[in-house]
């Protein structure tokens, strides 16, 4: 665990060093981002997380492949708060994602994100492999799973390396992107109890010119869980 916590330290630290130090040979291809969303409830691989409005700001730094950030989200009656940790890389149509979830119990009472112990830690370590190739076909492919953390069997003690598999459709009308999705558990796990079919539905997605020089993206998610029958419609705004 000490090493875990010496790795999140090192990386948390290398998003706070200056460019001028980051490189000297390319400082064009550096960029840093920042962003805000707002949705009306926060959804995730077919759960909803909070009961009210999800503010989620963001902070990305980017350099030739390689990307890495801080992501959050707060519903602000305080039913759900996440912090999130990420990099990745990309290879060609591959890209390869590490998440460090921290989704501490709420309300929020004592905000251990430093406690890395088994059993006791809110932090999960999420991989994920992403396959896209928009230029040639609509299809894409996402796989994810768990690797340490808040992802335990109860009985055994031991984590279920829960896993998530989302083909998906990417199709675009004149300026409308539309995402038709199907994502699964292949067998028990945090997701559903065994394989089963978690997270169905589309996002619809526009850019709207609300003045010469401000673009307004909006972003519907209509999300089905059929292993628990539950139906999710999210509303956003990204700033």
């Known amino acids: 665990m000490k090493r875990l916590a010496y790795f999140v330290s090192l990386y948390i630290y290398t998003l706070l060093i200056p460019q001028n130090v980051l490189g000297q040979d390319s400082l ?10 707002i949705y009306s409830k926060h959804l995730w691989r077919g759960f909803s997380n909070g009961t009210s409005i999800s503010i989620q700001p ?13 992501w959050g989200a707060y519903a602000i009656d305080g039913s759900y708060t996440e912090l999130d940790l990420y990099a990745s890389y990309t290879i060609g149509n591959i890209e390869v994602m590490l998440f460090d979830y921290f989704c501490p119990v709420n309300p929020v009472q004592t905000f251990n994100f430093f406690e890395f112990r088994k059993g006791r830690t809110k932090h999960t370590l999420d991989l994920n492999v992403v396959y896209s190739n928009q230029s040639k076909h609509p299809f894409s492919l996402h796989l994810a799973t768990m690797i340490f953390g808040d992802d335990l069997n109860t009985d055994t003690g031991n984590n279920y390396y829960s896993t998530y598999i989302e083909p998906a459709l990417n199709l675009k009308y004149n300026k409308t992107r539309i995402k038709l999705f199907a994502g699964f558990s292949p067998f028990k796990g945090y997701y559903a109890a065994n394989i089963s079919l978690i997270n169905t539905g589309l996002s619809v997605s526009r850019k709207f010119q609300i003045a010469r020089k401000f673009v307004l993206p909006v972003n519907t998610i209509i999300a089905l869980n059929p292993s628990n029958g539950k139906l999710a419609i999210s509303l956003g705004l990204n700033i």
């Open 28 to 37: 064009s291809a550096q960029k840093i981002s920042l962003s805000l969303d």
């Open 58 to 70: 963001g902070f990305q730094y980017n350099y030739h492949n390689f990307s890495a950030g801080i």
